[in-house]
């Protein structure tokens, strides 16, 4: 700002010095031309009447008379007189012997009367006598019949007729440099009221531009450059605003990515990584976040996802495609990558997002698999079911013997069936958690032997012995039927798989925070390779055997999932026609 207020005050100076400049050598130039002008006249009329006033006829006969007379006259006037023959030669001067001067007859003022045959010749030039810057005015001198008889000339010194000016001139160049420095001391205070504040404004928007927006113009100068401070003032805390409601956006923005349940990865137009969200390290399984900045295809293991990225880059569509990945783990994602416009750079960047569908597509194959399991399964008895009621309209019903055993099939195939539908509808009711829990503190001996009551018979019919062993009171809090579900099931199967005399153990106990229950039988056991897929809906080690124990293959799920459900866990330990033991671990206390 100084360098700006020194260039308005050298620009002012520099101009009101050359206009004063210009302005006094105009004004001496005319004052000067104008006196010369006006004296000059004045010579002339002097001229005239000194010619007018010479006698002629004493210088017709003797010429000197008339330096005679003009050595009077000069002792009236104060100019310097000067007499000329017709030929040249000057016979009178006031300043100059006469004798002393050269010829005079080429002199502008007397070629002026010869030539123009003007009455006064006048010229001012420098005197080549007296060194002086003379003014001349001369006449010629004529006798009654008009024939030249000498050239009167009056000179005056020019410098003396300018005299006036000069002091005028002096005095006006005083004032106009007492105006000169008012002026300049006027502007310096202007410009400095003017680039004061302008200055603050500058120091106030450079603060601005590093992001200080607490600070404001306090300033006072002229009402222009005032609003214009009131207005970077306004333009600050509209900035202060706006900058806290971008960070504000931000930190939505960066909390909503980071609490997203998709994976999003930001790639850059040089195929670089430059922003990744908690769960995109999560579904790739590594920590992109140190790959920042780092080739996405160097950082990146799968090709198909790779692929997908550079097409993208390549044509600026978005891209969307069902990946597997098998890199740390196999996993399917539903990959996205969209292309997005940054105006202010005009580069792209290339938003990757991943969802993570390896649940939802096992989900989805488990349904399909069970709802053909399930259709598979009860094709069964319905088949039986239809074909022995046909055999019997066909005929067979006369026959007792046949009737009494079709019939007999029929109703145990139905009462499969309707187990079969039962177990399927609590499976399903249990999963879409439309089963509503009441959890109780149980004594788990008392369920066992609620139990026992239904399932006496049949160990009976298979001369079965049982054995409860419980050394402490095992109490738990749990839902009381889902319990009793899953001893119904263990010790059913154990009564199911284990040969006529083989016995069946359950042993209470209490381990740390949970509850252990163990069904175990001297049955068939279960083959090592089955013993994976035993809890899977509708597996069976023998179909047949299964059937004729009246499963439906599915009670095993259905204890696998009412454990878990309850935080528990279960395992198997199994040898082929020796015997399996099924453990359930169970939490002692319902949590929050
Ligand atoms: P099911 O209704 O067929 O018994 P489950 O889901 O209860 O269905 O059991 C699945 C399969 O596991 C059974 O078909 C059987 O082959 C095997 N299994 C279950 N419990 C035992 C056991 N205690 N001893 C031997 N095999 C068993």
């Not at 003396?160 to 000016?165: C, D, I, N, P, Y």
């Not at 994976?263 to 922003?275: F, L």
């Not at 082929?576 to 206390?589: C, R």
């Amino acid at each position: 700002m100084k360098q700006l207020r020194m260039k308005i005050l050298g620009f002012f100076t520099l101009v009101l010095v050359l206009f004063t400049l210009l302005f006094l050598f105009l004004f001496s130039t005319i004052l000067e031309r104008q006196a010369i002008e006006q004296q000059g006249e004045d010579l002339q009329s002097q001229l005239l009447t000194l010619s007018s006033l010479l006698v002629r006829e004493q210088f017709e006969t003797d010429v000197s008379q008339v330096s005679e007379q003009l050595s009077q006259t000069a002792e009236v006037i104060n100019e310097r007189i000067t007499f000329i023959t017709p030929d040249g030669e000057v016979i009178y001067d006031t300043r100059a012997e006469e004798g002393t001067l050269e010829n005079h007859l080429n002199r502008p003022e007397i070629q002026q009367i010869i030539q123009d045959e003007s009455v006064i010749g006048t010229y001012d030039r420098t005197s080549e006598s007296t060194g002086e810057v003379l003014y001349y005015a001369a006449t010629a001198i004529t006798d009654d019949s008009g024939e030249v008889m000498g050239f009167l000339r009056l000179s005056k010194n020019v410098e003396e007729m300018a005299g006036l000016t000069e002091q005028m001139i002096q005095v006006l160049a005083v004032f106009m440099l007492i105006s000169i420095l008012v002026a300049l001391l006027f502007t310096n205070y202007w410009t400095k009221k003017i680039s004061d504040p302008i200055e603050k404004m500058k120091q106030l928007t450079e603060k601005l531009s590093d992001q200080n927006y607490s600070s404001r113009y306090t300033g006072s100068s002229y009402g222009e450059i005032d609003d214009l401070g009131q207005s970077i003032n306004l333009l600050a805390i509209n900035l202060n605003q706006q900058m806290q409601e971008i960070n504000e956006n931000q930190t939505r923005l960066r909390e909503l990515i980071n609490h997203l349940i998709i994976g999003v990865m930001v790639v850059d137009n040089e195929g670089h990584i430059t922003m990744v969200n908690p769960v995109m390290n999560e579904v790739l399984g590594e920590d992109l976040h140190s790959k920042i900045g780092e080739p996405f295809a160097d950082a990146l293991h799968s090709t198909t996802l790779v692929e997908l990225i550079e097409k993208t880059i390549a044509e600026k569509t978005i891209q969307n495609q069902e990946t597997e990945l098998f890199y740390p783990k196999e996993k399917i994602v539903d990959a996205n990558v969209v292309p997005v416009f940054n105006q202010l750079k005009e580069t792209f960047n290339h938003i990757v997002l991943l969802y993570d569908i390896t649940e939802i597509r096992r989900l989805e194959k488990v349904r399909t698999d069970f709802v053909a399991n399930v259709s598979h399964e009860l094709r069964t008895p319905i088949t039986a079911v239809k074909g022995f009621a046909e055999t019997l309209l066909d005929g067979a019903l006369k026959d007792e013997e046949a009737l009494i055993e079709f019939l007999e099939i029929i109703y145990k195939e139905s009462t499969r069936l309707d187990l079969m539908v039962q177990d399927i509808l609590q499976l399903s009711k249990l999963e879409n958690h439309k089963v509503h829990a009441v959890v109780q503190t149980v004594r788990a001996s008392e369920v066992i032997k609620e139990v026992l009551k239904i399932v006496h018979q049949k160990m009976d019919l298979k001369n079965q012995s049982f054995e409860l062993v419980e050394e402490l009171p095992v109490k738990l809090e749990v839902d009381r039927d889902q319990f009793k579900q899953v001893c119904l099931n263990l010790i059913g199967n154990a009564i199911a798989y284990t040969p006529d005399g083989g016995k069946i153990t359950v042993t209470l106990k209490e381990t740390g925070n949970e509850a252990v229950l163990v069904v175990s039988d001297t049955g068939v056991g279960i083959p090592k390779e089955s013993q994976a897929r035993i809890f899977e809906r509708f597996y069976r080690v023998d179909k047949a055997r299964s059937r004729n124990a009246g499963g439906t293959g599915l009670g095993l799920a259905i204890v696998k999932w009412l454990v878990e459900n309850n935080n528990g866990h279960i395992t198997l330990e199994s040898e082929e026609n020796k015997g399996s033991t099924f453990t359930v671990w169970l939490p002692l206390h319902k949590e929050d």
